[in-house]
């Protein structure tokens, strides 16, 4: 099944608040998803990779390493910036963390505690928070927190469909 390269994905603007505890769950889920399909893989199959594509446990470990950014970009909102922080789109963090090498037990921990740590600032968000937008740097598009939620949800499917993908091939 062809998917769609992330960076010639569209993201629609997300008009209804309402929508937001559904993100939430979503993106609440995500570790206990990573886990489901990591975490008794053997280590052969978490660290192999196909051609230039990341390996199981580079993939988890990237999702751990853009917590940050996604967090400071709740934090651009907040203060009111006009414009989120921009990402590093050339993943060097990922790249130079050597994940491979690290238990995944570890990385899937990391990303569970970040990422708690992610969906308790979206729930300690008010209304007025809510409302406010802000420019994303790469799309040139307004967002609002909700837009933004629903794009790191968005994120994350992507490479658990490249963990899916991957598994397929090499199991």
Not at 95 to 101: D, R, T, Y
């Given at each position: ?124 968000l ?39 993908e ?6």
């Amino acid at each position: 099944m062809k998917r769609t390269p992330w960076f010639e994905r569209v993201f629609p603007i997300i008009d209804d608040n309402g929508l937001m505890p559904a993100i939430i769950e979503r993106l609440s889920g995500t570790p206990a998803r990573a886990e489901e399909m990591a975490g008794k893989l053997p280590p052969t199959l978490l660290t192999r990779k196909l051609a230039d594509r990341w390996s199981v446990k580079e993939e988890i470990g990237h999702l751990a390493d853009m917590e940050p950014l996604w967090s400071g970009r709740v934090d651009d909102f907040i203060k009111g910036l006009p414009e989120l922080r921009v990402a590093d789109l050339t993943n060097q963090t990922t790249h130079k963390a050597n994940h491979n090498a690290t238990e995944i037990r570890v990385l899937l921990k990391r990303f569970r505690e970040q990422r708690r740590q992610l969906v308790a600032k979206l729930m300690s968000l008010d209304e007025s928070r809510l409302i406010k937008t802000a420019l994303h740097p790469r799309l040139k598009t307004p967002m609002r927190v909700i837009d933004l939620a629903h794009f790191v949800a968005e994120h994350d499917d992507h490479h658990l469909a490249s963990i899916r993908e991957l598994l397929a091939v090499v199991s």
